[in-house]
């Protein structure tokens, strides 16, 4: 895959913008990460601040979404000077929380073609050529984006290269699927990025098949959404020591949990201490039960 040949060390650990792109996200202990005042402006401070520092120790993927409320628009506002950073970007969800911690519904989601064609424009305003990546946002087995031949076409057409992000007990269902997916006798999908940890690690033999197909592979939620903060370095090791990886994401919120979580790079194996992992099941819905704050 061009977009990630050659990423060695530091440079396999992506920073994802979902924690500090908008004031209430579904990570634990946000409370004391965050500051009290969770305006835009202190957000974006806090975005800057985190850009900037995983870009000086070697971090060059970035990953923002359009429902990862001004994720974009922090992204797009660093990115000047920062030539050789490089972007994915996700449609599909629709930020509907309005800067509140607090709201009936936080996204929407929706992978209709209408809904592309309104948030590709809203990507590309922001991100232009900078976006190296678009993907599908939380692609199920029961999605449409992996039958809907109109979108297929769409999605082969708007510059990018393609790929999705699967979320749910069936991820494994929706990446087999996905692989399958051609335009023109060429495949849609050149990276799927998908939840694999210690805790949830059912997604791994289909990510196998994905590398093996020749397909990128960006783990998120390596972490367990916080709960796997005490141990946070050994389970992004844990990630990125699969061989099918090509990038593990940090959802960082502060300063000394990226420090922390860039220890990954450099840990031995040999250090990572097992976890019983869960039924997928199970683990899919206490991640459900969590609330956002």
């Known amino acids: 895959m061009d977009l990630f ?28 990460d965050l ?9 974006r401070g806090r975005a800057h601040e985190l850009l900037d520092q995983a870009y000086a120790a070697g971090v060059r ?36 929380a309005n800067w509140q911690i607090e709201a009936e519904a936080h996204e929407v989601k929706d992978h209709s073609v209408s809904t592309f064609d309104r948030q590709v424009g809203e990507t590309r305003a922001l991100l232009g050529d900078r976006l190296g990546l678009y993907q599908i946002h939380s692609v199920t087995p ?15 057409q708007q510059g990018a290269l393609v790929g999705l992000s699967t979320s749910g007990p069936r991820q494994a269902e929706a990446i ?14 050149r990276s799927v990025q998908a939840t694999w940890n210690l805790l949830e690690p059912s997604a791994g033999p289909a990510l196998a098949e994905a590398h093996a197909a020749g397909r990128a592979v960006i783990v998120k939620e390596a972490m367990a959404n916080g709960r796997l903060a005490g141990r946070d370095a050994e389970a992004l090791a ?3 020591n699969q061989p099918w990886a090509t990038v593990v994401l940090s959802g960082a919120a502060t300063a000394a949990q990226l420090t ?6 450099g840990l031995d194996p040999a250090a990572i201490a097992p976890v019983e992992a869960e039924p997928a099941e199970l683990y899919w819905a206490t991640r459900a039960a969590l609330p956002w704050g």
């Open 5 to 32: 040949d050659g990423l060695t060390g530091v440079a396999r650990i992506g920073l994802g913008l979902a924690a500090v792109g908008r004031p209430a996200y579904i990570n634990l202990g946000r409370e004391a």
């Open 35 to 43: 500051p009290g005042d969770r305006s835009v402006e202190a957000m």
């Open 61 to 96: 993927y970035f990953d923002v979404a359009r429902s990862y409320g001004r994720s974009e628009e922090f992204l797009a506002s660093w990115l000047p000077g920062h030539d050789d950073a490089l972007v994915g970007s996700k449609w599909g969800y629709t930020y509907t």
């Open 142 to 156: 029961d999605s449409p984006a992996l039958t809907d031949t109109t979108l297929h076409r769409r999605l082969a």
């Open 176 to 189: 087999r699927a996905a692989l399958g997916v051609e335009v023109d006798g060429e495949p849609l999908f």
């Open 238 to 240: 844990a990630a990125l």
């Open 260 to 265: 922390s979580n860039l220890r990954a790079a």
